[in-house]
């Protein structure tokens, strides 16, 4: 089929024929080895695979669970059962990369996820963050003490029931502390075996090269969709350094006002090709990059689903071209 003919409808009954073939036994211990099995054969993995930190491989297309919390990203979600489902269907259907955060919720998510899918599948890579505390719903507080960063990574091991954290990343810098600060407390933590893999998140390239030289960073977590390129020069440095690039808010949600022509055109993309536009988003990002390693969130099955059948649609070079 050709990647142009490919609708909405026709990625929802591909996922549902690939999910058919997938164990579905739950992620303890014994559903673990069926599960990693089927993630090489399920929906996410036809987004392709990346390689973290030279030693972590994963489906290039994962899970954001900040949106798996309460309103404001605080406290409970309204259907906690139904945030449990959407990590498992998440791991169910190939995912298996999952970001989260301390402060989402604060710590509700990394809860629910030790909740919901401990003990975890062979191949499932949790990357959390640390570096920012929350006063309040919608209230971000940014914290890069080494004191603090210690106590927080501390906290997400226990909370997430894990001896070493795969990729831990440095929320955001902190204008009161030198982020060779921040970071030269996570290259102890690293060096004590708590820490896998070094990735930060709302950096510049200025601040990555500086970051570079205090401990080998793998990955950076920047806003960047359609309609937000202002972290290509980072998406640049990770392209050309080995570096995943995860962007945030994947979906263009909330907008801003540049490129609204390429917005537009992605919009009128999804309409000929009969997706949503959060599908168009995902697959304009992977095609962006091979570096990109996108994280859409939801709290609904329905949108996950929706998201991760994206993986299986392809933007071709000269489309991407004219969407600009
Ligand atoms: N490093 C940082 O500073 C930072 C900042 C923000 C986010 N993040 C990370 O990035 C992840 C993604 O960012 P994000 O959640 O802000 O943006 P996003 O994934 O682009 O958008 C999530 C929003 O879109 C909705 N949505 C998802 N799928 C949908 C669909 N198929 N149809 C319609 N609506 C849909 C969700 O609502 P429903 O729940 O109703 O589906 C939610 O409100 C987060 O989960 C988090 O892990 C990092």
Redesign the pocket.
Known sequence: MQANEITRRDVLVQAGALLSGIALGGVGTAGAAATSKGAASAPAAAAGRITIGKDLTVNRLGF????ITGAGIWGDPPDIDEAKRVLRRAVEIGVNFI???DS?GPEVSERLIAEALYPYPKGLVIAT?GGIVRPGPDKWVRDGRPEHLREACEASLRRLRVERIDLY?L??IDSAVPLEDSLGEIAKLQKEGKIRHVGV??FDVDELARGRKVVEIVSV???Y?VSDRSSDPVLAACERDGLAFIP??????SPRDSHAGSRAALEQWAAGHKV?F??A?IAWLLARSPAMLP??????VE??E??VAAAALKITPEEMRAIG
């Open positions: 954001g669970a900040m949106r970001d989260t955060a989402y963050k990343q929320h955001a998140s709302n977590q920047n806003r969709n945030w808010s994947p979906l263009s949600q949503s959060p599908q988003a994280i859409p969130g939801t709290s609904k949108h996950l929706e998201n």
